[in-house]
């Protein structure tokens, strides 16, 4: 999995091109400084390519932009669009897709609609359900005139994304700004938005979801609508999150020229500072407890959340595990790039930490700024950290490897085992014989988890006090075999976060109740052999 050297295309493309799928490049110029009206239109552009950029769409034209799909669906992908629809003359522009569904990702757009004149402005969604990764978006509609802007969805439904945002309707001028729902319903999400409608001279502003419905995670916004010149701004709910995470909230208002203010909620917790109050309205201030915000469905004495993160069957209790039960079963399918082990008298001569990282970049054709450079970062530094309390751990680059770790710990009697196939995956499933592991005893395993690297690489570490299970899966309906499934269940939970999923979908607290998941899909436990 090496990042591909791609050098920038000079291709150039006038708007009578209309575009249906394009990838695997860079991309320089499509539709600049096009005359007249008509529309350039772009449908799907690097669909699961790993490494490309946009550099100008639609730039000085008065023509109607329209870009359907960028990088959907990709995995570890480094994605970079300069600018869209930037310097116009007029004409509208909408952006449908950007990056959605993707896993790892590394994203980064500069300018959209900047110095504008008339035209109505889109974007509909960016980075719609993406896993990890960072994204950042600059400029939306700076130094705009009269050029309406609407902003749909960034960054909702993401699993601990990084995002930054710059600068949305800086300095516009007689624009009506829309911005609807950023990291909704995100886990552990790390937000950070700088400058909303800062120094705008226009008749209205409008927010209306920041971090709705998320779990955890640290957000900081600063400036909305500093300096704004008359107008009015409506900032509706700001960090409703089921758990608590750090809500910093910097300069609201500040500077204004008798604007019209309104803020209706702010959720959970923490700060908000340069609130300025003779000039605009603040109701609904709240400060509960996170689980007030949540479902008041009792669960186990607990109370269960209604969360994308806290996915159905993700974490069940051990008396689930019987013989006729339909429960829920999560998505166990493996997400990861297709990679596979180096045999060992390789991988033992390639170098592997921290202290080596700029050689493994070399191999890898990794830029120092790219997302593979951070993979490979990431990594190491996970593998290379002390062990938690009563942990034992080693990553293994190798099969032999990982034979030799879980051998040390367990002894030469070892089988390792994994659920069978991916059947019943995000739908109901029925329970049919059960079988526990060294007669159902508290045993020691070594659970090993795929690590994203450029090649096959687990993090292997010991799990004491659990039970494992063998288990057959059934169609609820037919009642006929679709799976076997492998389950372990932690019977110490003292020393887990009182935030983890598991007492979220569950209730109650660290070393209050068991907690047992599935095996998914190329992950592995090792136990003894009955």
């Not at 870009?67 to 004409?91: E, K, L, M, R, W």
């Not at 340069?274 to 007030?292: C, E, G, I, P």
């Not at 045999?343 to 191999?363: H, W, Y």
């Amino acid at each position: 999995m090496c990042a591909p050297d791609l050098s920038p295309s000079l291709e150039k493309h006038t708007g009578d091109i209309h575009f249906t799928t394009y990838g695997n490049k860079n991309f320089t110029n499509y539709g600049t400084n096009e005359p007249g009206i008509g529309v350039n239109s772009f449908k799907n552009y690097s669909e699961d390519a790993s490494v490309n950029s946009f550099r100008r769409y639609g730039r000085g034209s008065p023509r109607n932009n329209k870009f359907d799909n960028y990088a959907p669906d990709g995995n570890v992908i480094d994605q970079s669009f300069n600018s869209y629809s930037t310097n116009t003359p007029g004409g509208s522009g909408k952006f449908t897709n950007y990056a959605p569904n993707t896993n790892v990702p590394d994203l980064r757009f500069t300018a959209y609609s900047d110095q504008g004149t008339g035209g109505e402005q889109e974007f509909k969604t960016y980075l719609e359900q993406g896993n990890s990764g960072g994204q950042s978006f600059k400029s939306y509609g700076k130094n705009g005139n009269g050029a309406d802007g609407k902003f749909t969805s960034y960054g909702n439904e993401t699993n601990v994304a990084a995002s930054t945002f710059t600068n949305y309707g800086q300095n516009a001028n007689g624009e009506n700004q829309n911005f609807t729902s950023y990291g909704t319903n995100g886990n552990n999400p790390q937000n950070n938005f700088n400058n909303y409608g800062v120094g705008g001279n226009g008749p209205s502003e409008t927010f209306t979801h920041y971090r709705d419905q998320s779990n955890v995670g640290d957000d900081k916004f600063s400036n909305y609508v500093k300096d704004a010149n008359a107008g009015e701004a409506n900032f509706t709910n700001y960090g409703q999150s089921f758990n608590e995470g750090t809500d910093v909230f910097t300069t609201y208002g500040k500077g204004g020229n008798d604007p019209h203010i309104n803020f209706k909620t702010y959720g959970v917790n923490n700060t908000f500072k340069d609130y300025v109050k003779d000039t605009a309205t603040f109701s609904n201030y709240q400060n509960k407890a996170a689980q007030d915000l949540a479902s008041s469905s009792e669960v186990n004495g607990g109370k269960k959340v209604n969360n994308r993160w806290v996915e159905p069957g993700k974490f069940f209790r051990e008396k689930t595990l019987k013989s006729g039960t339909i429960m829920p079963m999560p998505d166990i399918k493996d997400k990861m790039p297709k990679r596979s082990f180096l045999p060992r008298v390789i991988a033992s001569k390639l170098p592997f930490s921290t202290s080596k990282i700029d050689e493994l970049k070399k191999i890898f054709h990794a830029a120092n700024d790219s997302q593979v450079a951070k993979m490979i970062g990431d990594a190491l530094s996970e593998c290379e950290r002390a062990p938690s309390a009563g942990e034992t751990k080693r990553c293994a680059n190798s099969a032999e490897d990982m034979i030799d770790f879980a051998t040390s710990v367990l002894g030469r009697n070892v089988v390792v085992r994994t659920t069978e196939n991916t059947k019943g995956s995000k739908g109901n499933i029925m329970i049919g014989s059960v079988k526990g592991i060294n007669g159902g005893k508290v045993t020691k395993s070594v659970s090993c988890h795929q690590t994203l690297f450029p090649y096959l690489l687990y993090y292997c570490h010991s799990v004491p006090k659990v039970r494992v299970y063998e288990a057959d899966i059934l169609d609820p309906n037919s009642k006929a075999k679709i799976n076997h499934g492998v389950a372990i269940c932690h019977v110490d939970t003292s020393l887990w976060g009182p935030k983890h999923g598991a007492f979220i979908a569950l209730g109650s607290g660290p070393g209050k109740i068991e907690v047992c998941h599935w095996i998914f899909e190329n992950d592995m436990t090792w136990a003894i052999a009955d």
